[in-house]
Structure formats: C-alpha cells, structure tokens
C-alpha cells in the first residue's frame, strides 16, 4: 500500500498535462451586468499548507476569501484573506456559527474532516433556515451527510453506481470483526471514521494484530494525547474529543496491493466543473498523504468522480483516493475525503483549474483560461518533501509547489514544527517520550 515506484506506471502519466479531453471550460449565456465577486469562506480546524495555497488560487479567481482557522494559521500572513476569525477549540460549533454570520458567504469550504462535521452539526441544531440553505448549497444535500461521514457507507452507495471498490463492512463490534476474518483472511486495512492524513488507518496482516489494532482504535479518546498536543503544538482541539468521550466507528476493507492514487474535483450540485487525478510517487508514510505526486490521465477515475458527485449530489471541493491494483492498472475507489486535498489548489490547464471553475460557477461567468502552473508532470509539494529530504530529486526534476509570489508565506511554512521549534517544547517533548518509557524520535 506504498507509493508506486516510477517504473511501474507506464502508461498512467503518459499523456502530457491538459490532456484529459472529459472536462471542457463551462459555457453558458451571461449577462455582462450581472457578474459579481463571490464570497467564500475556508474553515479549517487545522494547520496544513494546502488551505492556504487554495486562499490565493481562490483571491487570484476573483473571489473574496475569509479565513476561519485556529490561531498561527498559515493563511494569517496572507494579504489576499480578506476576514480573519480564530477557530477556537473549545467552541466549534459557536465559531463557525459567528463566522457564518459575519462574513455572510456564497459558499463555504472545509478544509478538514473536523470541519465537515462541524458544519453538519450546526445543520442539525440550528432553527436557522438561512443557515442551514448556506450549509446544503455548500456542500450538498443534508441527506448525503451520514454518507459523507461513513467509510463503509460510502463505499456501499459507489458499489451500487457501479464504482470498482475493494470489499468492505462496517464493524460495531469485535464479533463483527471476526465474522470478516471468517471469509476474508488477511491482509486486509482497519479504518477510523472522522480520520484523516492516514491517521486512524491500519494495514493487518494477521488475526492477533487485527484484535489489537481493534481494541486500541476503538478506545475513547485519549487524554495524553489531548495534553500533549496541547503543551507541544498548542492544538487544543483534542482536548474536545477527549471530553466528549468520543469513540470512532470503524469499518475494514480489503487489501489493494498496488499505490494510492487520488482526484481533486471541483463541483457544483451534483456537477462536476473540474478535476485533476495524480498517483502518488512518494508518501510521508505507507497510509498518508503524498509529498511527491504525478499528474495521470484515469477515465476510470473520472467517471468514479462524476458518478460519485451525481449520486450525492455534491457542491464545493472533494478528495476521492484510490488504489492503484499493480497487477491490472484498476483503480479502485477507498474512500471519500468531504474537503479539499492538496492537488486541488494547484492551478493547471483546461478542465484542471478547481479554483477558477468554482468561482466562475459562483460568479454566472465562463471560466477563464489562465496559464498553469506547470508543464510538468511531476509535483512536489511544498514544504512537506522539502522537510522529509531537502536532498529530494524531484525538487530539481519535477515541479516544486513553492508560493514564490507570497513571500511570508514560503517563510512561514519553512519554519520548524511548533514541538522543535523553541528549547522548552523540545525539552517537554523530551520528558513525554521518557514518560512513555520510549525515546524522542530525531
């Protein structure tokens, strides 16, 4: 379940960039008159780069951009974020509430899972009818939000639109788990709904592993873990998960041996406007998220995406990752991310401009053809392989996903992790690891 080597994707990055012939420029009637800038709000309850990179594809679309993020965001130095409001974790639902009235957006973005959640609670709690409109024409149809949020339910709905997915069931219990193992031996992956950069996923390779991996994913969250994100990276969002008692749903699939895979879209009720597909090249680790990423041409993935967005009726910015089987070339659909992935905020050509795609919908105009970023097939993003190997050949080979135009940015982002940054949170992240009786990783 590794990044695929180079040599084994002949003939999936063939075809140079803007090549992808499904997804031609929206055209429709406009009145000169009635084009306007549309809002839009990012809310995110996390950190990553990628949110910032899709403000200023977003600002540089003709869109006016606020920012909802915890503190130290990345997007804070931005001078294209318009609004700025403080994503506080012992207040989610208020916050995003507030933001929503202040900034009174066209369209909101979450830009994480913890954020979907969060704006289908508020649909479900408020009497706001203007609210809960904004909510759905964001996002979709409330009754796509248990899908949105269920591994196996997902999975379930793309088998019955004729999507290739690998077998897959929900686990309420551990006799659920030893049904499975019953009929499917190992491998086969564990898997945490509400998780997400590979966290919550494990890959089993035996009965004994699977009981543990079982019993330790499906504990109530914990309260270590809460303080020590709390001391070390002054993430407080833990601490709600923890006084919540919350426990995850879990479900299990079945093992592709092959490389992830994914597609960026950009969609409009049930439409899709754009969308990139890359296979991943590198990975930070055998379940997470891509450092280095090539552009592919997959209908098979294409029409996963559209069929995918038609039946849930989408609206807004979605992830859908796959893997690659390495002894057939199938692309098989493995799960849903409700929010953007990192792929969506790189601008390419016709067909592959998420950004733009969305504010034109937004705005009653036809997308403009801007140039893209790159012609090359190789991205690395940005500073994530940077961090991992400064020494990387695909920062010299392939195009390397720097925002060169918002230099306080590419300074932020170059800074060390909140934990290795200042003497005192290394020395806590010293004494933790001691406590675990374990020692700090470099």
């Known amino acids: 379940m590794s990044a695929g080597p180079l040599e084994f ?6 075809a140079p960039v803007g090549t992808e012939a499904v997804l031609p420029a929206a055209t429709f009637a406009v009145d000169p008159g009635t084009e306007r800038t549309p809002r839009i709000l990012l809310a995110t309850t996390g950190l990553l780069p990628s949110s910032a990179r899709l403000a200023m594809e977003l600002h540089d679309s003709g869109a006016h951009v606020s920012l909802l993020a915890p503190r130290n965001h990345p997007g804070d130095v931005l001078d294209c974020v318009a609004d700025r409001m403080v994503y506080r974790a012992l207040a989610l639902g208020r916050c995003l509430e507030a933001a929503l009235r202040r900034v ?39 009754d796509s939000f248990p899908t ?32 499975w193992m019953a009929q499917n031996p190992p491998p086969f992956v564990l898997k ?19 009981k543990a991996a079982f019993a330790s994913m499906t504990r109530r969250a914990s309260g270590r873990l809460a303080l020590r994100e709390m001391l070390l990276d002054r993430n407080n969002f833990a601490l709600r ?21 994914n597609i960026g879209v950009a969609c409009w009720q049930g439409e899709v406007l754009a969308a990139t597909s890359v296979e991943s090249v590198a990975t930070i680790s055998a379940t997470g998220p891509s450092t280095v990423a090539r552009i592919i041409d997959s209908p098979e993935m294409m029409e996963a995406a559209r069929r995918i967005v038609k039946a849930l009726r989408l609206t807004g910015m979605i992830g859908l990752d796959f893997m690659i089987e390495a002894a057939t070339g199938f692309a098989y659909l493995i ?6 992935t990192p792929i969506c905020a790189v601008r390419l050509g016709p067909g592959h401009n998420l950004a733009e795609a969305l504010v034109a919908r937004l705005a009653s105009r036809p997308a403009r053809q801007k140039p893209s970023r790159t012609e090359r097939e190789i991205v690395a993003f940005f500073p994530d392989t940077w961090m991992q190997n400064p020494s990387n050949q695909f920062l010299h080979t ?16 170059m800074r060390p992790e909140l934990r290795d940054r200042y003497r005192v949170t290394r020395m806590a992240r010293k004494a933790w690891w001691k406590l675990q009786g374990r020692q700090a990783p470099d």
């Open 192 to 210: 945490a709904d509400g998780s997400w950069s590979g966290f919550g996923v494990r890959i089993i390779s035996d009965a004994a592993e699977a």
């Open 398 to 413: 392939g195009y390397h996903d720097v925002p060169w135009e918002q230099p306080d940015l590419v300074r932020v982002l």
């Open 148 to 179: 949105l949020t269920s591994r196996a339910d997902f999975l379930a709905l793309a088998s019955r639109h004729g999507v290739r997915v690998p077998p897959s069931m929900a686990l309420p219990s551990v006799t659920a788990l030893d049904l």
């Open 335 to 340: 799960e849903i991310n409700p929010r953007h």
């Open 104 to 142: 009174r957006p066209d369209l909101v973005i979450p830009c994480d899972e913890r954020t979907v959640r969060d704006l289908h609670q508020l649909w479900r709690q408020t009497s706001d009818r203007h609210l809960r409109s904004l909510i759905e024409a964001s996002l979709g149809p409330a």
């Open 9 to 14: 994707t002949t003939g999936l990055g063939a």
């Open 241 to 261: 998960s923890w006084a919540l008692a919350e426990r995850p749903a879990m479900s299990v699939q079945g093992y592709v041996d092959g490389w992830p895979a």
